[in-house]
């Protein structure tokens, strides 16, 4: 089974019936350049989302629920707030921390290979 865990609702309900959790904690500046990468091509390039919707550029750039507020608000504190709630609350957990493409990208040929299960990488 697989589940964000952004979501704190989604947590509670999954990560103590997990057995591993595999952390994507790119670094800031990597985050930013796709999320900046992402949101242009939807603005600019009139993206539909859902039902006829697009990104707008006040809402995207201007909003007070714009995802680069957000971003600029939350990637340091969940970091450290997820190292140590794994740590303290679900200590059953393996954790898979990947800080690099590169790492999801060997861990996803692990895993289609057949061998991501026995053995993950783990910090």
Known sequence: MGAAGNYSTI????????????????PFPLVLWRLTKRTVWLVFGRVELWN????????????????????????????????SQIADEYPHLTLVHIRRPSEERRLVGRVSAGVGRESPPTS
């Open 11 to 26: 947590r509670s309900l999954t990560w103590g019936r997990a057995d591993t959790i595999v952390w994507l904690d790119y």
């Open 52 to 83: 006829d919707n697009r990104e707008t550029f006040r809402n995207a750039f201007l909003s007070k629920n714009s995802l680069f507020l957000w971003l600029f608000k939350t990637h340091w504190s969940k970091r450290n707030r997820y190292e």
